[in-house]
């Protein structure tokens, strides 16, 4: 039982780190890109408040993911 919840928290802690950087990604593109913001219908006004949203996810998305792969890693 021990070996098969390492092997989720590993796989879960990696993916929650993905997706933690593909937000990351996304809130960057958000900004970089008018034509994405025309795409997702994103006003000029609104493109901050989507910025930190998704920065903030990424933050505690990425942080999630270590934590688990941390813990798994140290044996507790």
């Known amino acids: 039982m021990?070996?098969?919840?390492?092997a989720v928290s590993w796989v879960?802690?990696?993916i929650?780190?993905?997706l933690g950087?593909?937000?990351?990604?996304?809130?960057?593109l958000v900004y970089a890109s008018t034509s994405l913001r025309d795409a997702l219908a994103i006003t000029f006004q609104e493109m901050y408040l989507y910025m930190f949203l998704l920065l903030?996810?990424?933050m505690f998305s990425i942080l999630s993911g270590l934590?688990?792969?941390?813990?798994?890693k140290d044996g507790n």
């Open 21 to 28: 950087g593909l937000s990351a990604v996304l809130a960057f």
């Open 67 to 72: 934590l688990l792969i941390h813990r798994e």
């Open 2 to 6: 021990g070996k098969a919840r390492k």
């Open 16 to 18: 929650q780190c993905g």
């Open 56 to 58: 903030v996810f990424s």
């Open 12 to 14: 879960v802690g990696g």
